[in-house]
């Protein structure tokens, strides 16, 4: 599949992949020992760049999702894949997919599952980290809780990358701009380092 074709489809674009792990790579040789967490893995593929970083940095990534799908991916929905819904139970289940694609990567000494609601589990987390990516629940609650639950475990000088960033709401929905990105420029605890297609950067500076 092409770069933008896998974009459209919600998918990490290889660009904003690789900017991914350059900015985790840098954040692990910054503050050494400190773990990355990601919040929304859904079936792996962001989490093999960042994975890699960890691997490389000596360190592991704690991959936050409950693996039942956003909204946005549920039936009857745009990002809908009828392949990952367990017959079962009729919901989505990506866990099964997702840990054959880090094993496939070889990566599972380096990538640890939190299998769960991101606001619960963050708000039990207690360990700051030098890298925390945001690709949850796109809605604006989700979103907003995705925020306030993990921007404050970033430490000073680590970094909080947010992905589908669309400062035109022509280009695409808007609760990653409104509810992530924007407070944390405005907080000023967050600096813009770089952006990369719907890729933001940002360094806690405060
Ligand atoms: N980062 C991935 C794509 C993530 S898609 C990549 O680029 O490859 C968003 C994921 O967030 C989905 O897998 C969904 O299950 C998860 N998610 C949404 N809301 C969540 C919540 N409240 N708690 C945990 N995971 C959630
Ligand atoms: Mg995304």
Not at 107 to 128: C, K, N, Y
Not at 136 to 160: C, I, K, N, Q
Not at 182 to 201: D, H, M, N
């Amino acid at each position: 599949m092409r770069a933008h074709a896998l974009a459209a489809k919600g998918f990490m674009p290889p660009d904003e992949g690789d900017a991914l792990y350059d900015a985790a790579i840098l954040a692990g040789r910054d503050l050494p020992g400190l773990p990355f967490v990601e919040v929304g893995s859904y079936c792996g593929r962001s989490t093999v760049w960042l994975g890699e970083a960890a691997r490389q940095s000596h360190t592991v990534l704690f991959a936050v999702d409950h693996h039942r799908g956003s909204e946005e991916n549920q039936a009857g929905w745009e990002h809908h894949d009828p392949t990952v819904v367990d017959p079962r139970i009729g919901r989505m289940d990506t866990l099964p997919i997702f840990r054959f694609t880090i094993y496939e990567a070889g990566l599972e000494d380096h990538v640890v599952a939190m299998v769960g609601q991101s606001p619960t589990i963050a708000a039990h987390w207690r360990t700051p980290a030098s890298f925390v990516f945001i690709d949850g629940g796109h809605g604006d609650l989700p979103a907003r809780l995705d925020y306030e639950g993990w921007a404050s475990h970033v430490v000073m000088g680590g970094t909080l990358a947010i992905h589908d960033v669309f400062p035109d709401p022509a280009d695409g929905g808007r609760p990653p701009y409104e509810q992530i990105f924007r407070p944390a420029v405005e907080s000023g605890r967050f600096r813009l380092v770089s952006a990369t297609g719907s890729l933001r950067i940002l360094r806690r500076v405060d």
